[in-house]
């Protein structure tokens, strides 16, 4: 059972980015998925989460607008895109699965991406 995150990189306040939350070992049809992420000398924070026993997508306040999340099952690949990067949203971005949906308890997930980074330059 294997989560990967990827898709980070270095980009310029502005820009988007899509990064890629992949399975192996279980298939997301049976799990939530969850982003979460963690700034230098910052707590980790929710992102968002999608839910597969009713599909909605839930985020935090100071996330919405800007972080949107999408599945592919056939891949079984959970994307989060992030729009209109700025400075602030440089951090490791983690996913997780777990069979509840939440931005806020870490518990309610079982299994954990390697977290990958993102940083943006202003």
């Known amino acids: 059972v294997q989560l990967q995150a990827s898709g980070g990189g270095l980009v310029q306040a502005g820009g988007s980015l899509r990064l890629s939350c992949a399975a192996s070992g279980f298939s997301f049809d049976d799990y939530s998925v969850g982003w979460f992420r963690q700034a230098p000398g910052k707590e980790r924070e929710g992102v968002g989460c999608i839910s597969f026993h009713d599909g909605n997508r839930y985020f935090p306040d100071s996330m919405k607008g800007r972080f949107t999340i999408s599945s592919d099952s056939a891949k079984n690949t959970v994307y989060l895109r992030i729009n209109s990067l700025k400075p602030d949203d440089t951090a490791v971005y983690y996913c997780?699965?777990?069979?509840?949906?939440?931005?806020?308890?870490?518990?309610?997930?079982?299994?954990w991406g390697q977290g990958t980074l993102v940083t943006v330059s202003s």
């Open positions: 997780a699965a777990g069979p509840m949906c939440s931005y806020v308890d870490e518990l309610m997930y079982d299994y």
